[in-house]
């Protein structure tokens, strides 16, 4: 397998990223997340980790949460912009902002902290594709939170079974005009999977490719101890469905200890 940037992985979505995944038909998920959030941020700062168009953070920053988003792809950061510019022109003056930085969120290192929240959703962690990169994010995520401040990770349960024979291939959309395949391969051993997006419609085909190293649920919690965070709740959604056997994904919050007199 080879290496994919995350950075061109964003730049080559960009255009079509919120229709596939910010759909109305997302809103009442979207909404779910953007109140879990803002109850586990009480009050801000926050920073995401991978923010994209802004998918949550800017209904975060509709529930009063300031955000500061880090993103390492400047054509989703692009787009990101001009929905804030849009948003605050709607707003009422004085409210919270998001403010968005390009960077590599491997390395949490954004403006505004230290943070009350720091998140990463839709399994944006596993765009990093190495077992030190994960473990490098936990740590510096780590510093960047307040004592008493949470990291929040929704990510997907691996599922090794979806793959025959280190392959799938699946139809996630189909219109009368177009018709989207998801195409893959599965390492176990690197527990990487790397595949396309594929789109043929009237005008051509395009692939939009990507690459994820991904990671199971406890070994998530032992990066997080060796960061010096501690275990605070795991859901199987953004309601707060209860995580079990069967859970496709998780929504999963530690926390870092506050210091002897701190106020978290």
Not at 110 to 132: H, I, R, W
Request: with cysteine.
């Amino acid at each position: 397998m080879t290496d994919l940037g995350i950075a061109e992985y964003g730049d080559r979505i960009a255009d079509v990223y919120d229709d596939w995944y910010a759909p109305a038909a997302a809103e009442p998920v979207i909404a779910a997340a953007a109140a879990f959030l803002a109850e586990q941020a009480a009050g801000g700062p926050a920073l995401e980790l991978g923010v994209g168009t802004g998918r949550l953070a800017l209904p975060l920053v509709a529930l009063g949460v300031p955000v500061v988003g880090i993103d390492a792809s400047t054509r989703m950061l692009e787009r990101a912009r001009a929905k804030a510019a849009a948003a605050a022109a709607a707003s009422r003056p004085g409210g919270a902002e998001l403010v968005v930085v390009t960077g590599d969120f491997a390395d949490a290192d954004a403006p505004g902290g230290p943070f009350s929240l720091v998140f990463v959703a839709f399994n944006t962690l596993f765009m990093l594709t190495s077992q030190d990169e994960q473990a490098r994010c936990f740590a510096n995520v780590a510093a960047a939170l307040r004592p008493g401040g949470v990291f929040v990770v929704e990510a997907f349960v691996p599922d090794p079974t979806r793959w025959d024979r280190g392959q799938r291939t699946e139809v996630v959309g189909l219109a009368d005009a177009s018709t989207r395949l998801l195409v893959s391969m599965h390492d176990p051993v690197s527990q990487r999977t790397r595949g396309q997006h594929v789109v043929l419609d009237g005008t051509g085909t395009w692939t939009y490719p990507f690459e994820m190293r991904y990671a199971w649920p406890a070994e998530l919690d032992l990066m997080a101890r060796l960061a010096g965070l501690e275990p605070a709740g795991r859901w199987g959604g953004w309601s707060g469905q209860p995580f079990t056997a069967t859970s496709p994904s998780h929504v999963s919050v530690w926390r870092k200890p506050a210091a002897s007199g701190d106020t978290p």
